[in-house]
């Protein structure tokens, strides 16, 4: 399981100071976190390498009382994939959210919030089941610590909470795809092959490997226009191998189209000319 960064910033302030003990039942504040967006209600795609930044804007209420200033005081979005109290892997900013005060009352303060959740596909993403629906949390944490031991005495507290379902995000693999028209140049009226591969990340191995039995369109443009259109459905084969055949028509582009799936992104190859003669 993957730790969120201020869990883990509290569990290695507790490791420094070689305490174990159990963390302090101090008093949560009452956060409210409501109109929780995350990546502009889209999927987030990850490839195998490029980190992904993902904004994230929110309302926090919190109590007049309470200053969070990410120093001791820390609140803040976070992905959780399974339970909230042992999730599967966990997902949050790490920095800190900049909050603009909307609203007071006597006893509230609102805020108009927003973030970045960075997401390093070698670091965070990490088994197949990560391409799956996420859901969304607000996390309050505090650090209460006195390390000066020259009074021979040293303490250590810490208070965190987390408020899970505030929403919900898909997390999906990248596909890639390519297109190959020939041979080239063509005889009007002979007969064009069309490969391509659909590959999509393996956050396991590191690489792209072949996504089999995924239909993918087969497009053609013509030279002279800007539209393609939809010539033929074909099936990926071993390794997400393409091929098809066409009759040569006019000189144009041809390209394959995968939709995506709930795990996978979509994925356009570059359309490959083919010169008809």
Same mark, same amino acid.
């Given at each position: ?40 209600? +889209? ?27 990410? +120093? ?51 670091? !965070? ?40 379902? @505030?929403? @919900? ?6 596909? @890639? ?35 089999? !039995?995924?239909?993918? @369109? ?43 799936? !709930? ?15």
């Amino acid at each position: 399981m993957r730790k969120l960064a201020i869990g883990a910033a509290l569990t290695g302030a507790l490791a420094l100071t070689g305490l174990a003990a159990p963390l302090a039942q101090a008093a949560t504040p009452a956060l409210v976190f409501s109109g929780v967006t995350v990546n502009k209600g +889209k999927a987030i795609v990850v490839g195998t390498t490029a980190t992904v930044k993902v904004p994230v804007t929110y309302t926090l209420t919190r109590p007049s009382d309470v200053t969070i200033d990410n +120093k001791t005081t820390f609140a803040g979005i976070m992905l959780y994939r399974g339970g909230l109290s042992d999730s599967d892997n966990e997902l949050d900013a790490g920095m800190s959210p900049t909050c603009t005060t909307t609203a007071t009352t006597d006893t509230t303060v609102t805020e108009a919030c927003s973030d970045t959740i960075t997401i390093d596909p070698g670091d !965070s993403l990490y088994e197949t089941a990560d391409a799956t629906t996420w859901n969304v949390a607000g996390i309050y944490a505090h650090i209460d610590a006195d390390l000066d031991d020259s009074d021979d005495q040293i303490s250590y507290s810490t208070d965190f909470a987390a408020w899970g379902n @505030k929403g @919900k995000v898909k997390i999906q693999r990248a596909a @890639k795809l390519t297109a190959n028209a020939s041979p080239e140049p063509v005889k009007k009226g002979k007969t064009i092959t069309v490969t391509g591969k659909l590959t999509r990340a393996d956050w396991e191995r590191g690489t792209y490997t072949g996504y089999v !039995s995924q239909p993918a @369109k087969l497009q053609f443009r013509a030279k002279s226009s800007s539209t393609y259109t939809t010539v033929k459905t074909v099936t990926t084969g071993t390794s997400g191998a393409l091929t098809t055949t066409v009759k040569a028509a006019q000189d144009g582009y041809f390209r394959y189209v995968f939709a995506g799936t !709930s795990t996978t992104g979509a994925a356009t190859a570059a359309g490959d000319f083919i010169d008809v003669k």
